[in-house]
């Protein structure tokens, strides 16, 4: 008997990782379509695989009533696909850009403060010009964790700078 996509992903919101096994046998070849589209080959698992990550970790808030499964999967698609792009264009993504204006000297002391691997990934972005999978191969690391340290430098850029909670 199949299980509705609804019980799947609500069994997913109280850990059951053989919900999201089928989840993703049900959906992982449309969800690559649309990554393939978006992205390159190499690429596509990649973002693949994120999205279910993703669902897996959102699976709590997701809400029948706004969109159907399919169409929260392969949104979520196209939005991971939307952010790589800004990062690789060295743009912050929109949920980063501040309210206020900011000096230089604290962009730099917020910066400094970063981790080192935050800073790095950052230094290569965007003082360096790489894209995400020229950082990726000069560290030797997947791209997504690159994409996950750009993510993380932001966040933590915005709360620090942003006068929301100090990092420390």
Request: proline share 3%; net charge positive.
């Amino acid at each position: 008997m199949k299980r509705s996509d609804l019980s799947l992903v609500c069994r997913m919101a109280r850990g059951d990782r053989k919900a999201l096994a089928e989840l993703y046998d049900r959906y992982a070849a449309n969800v690559y379509g649309v990554a393939v589209e978006l992205t390159d080959s190499e690429e596509a698992a990649e973002l693949t695989d994120e999205v279910f990550r993703s669902a897996w970790k959102y699976a709590g808030f997701y809400q029948q009533r706004s969109r159907q499964v399919p169409t929260w999967l392969l949104k979520m698609c196209r939005d991971l696909a939307v952010q790589d792009r800004r990062i690789d264009q060295g743009r912050l993504p929109e949920s980063v850009h501040l309210e206020s204006p900011v000096s230089k000297a604290d962009v730099i002391d917020a910066v400094n403060r970063l981790p080192e691997k935050q800073r790095e990934v950052l230094r290569l972005l965007f003082f360096q010009g790489l894209t995400r999978r020229q950082v990726a191969e000069a560290l030797g690391e997947p791209v997504r964790n690159v994409t996950f340290r750009t993510q993380s430098a932001f966040f933590k850029l915005k709360r620090t700078i942003g006068g929301g909670e100090q990092d420390r």
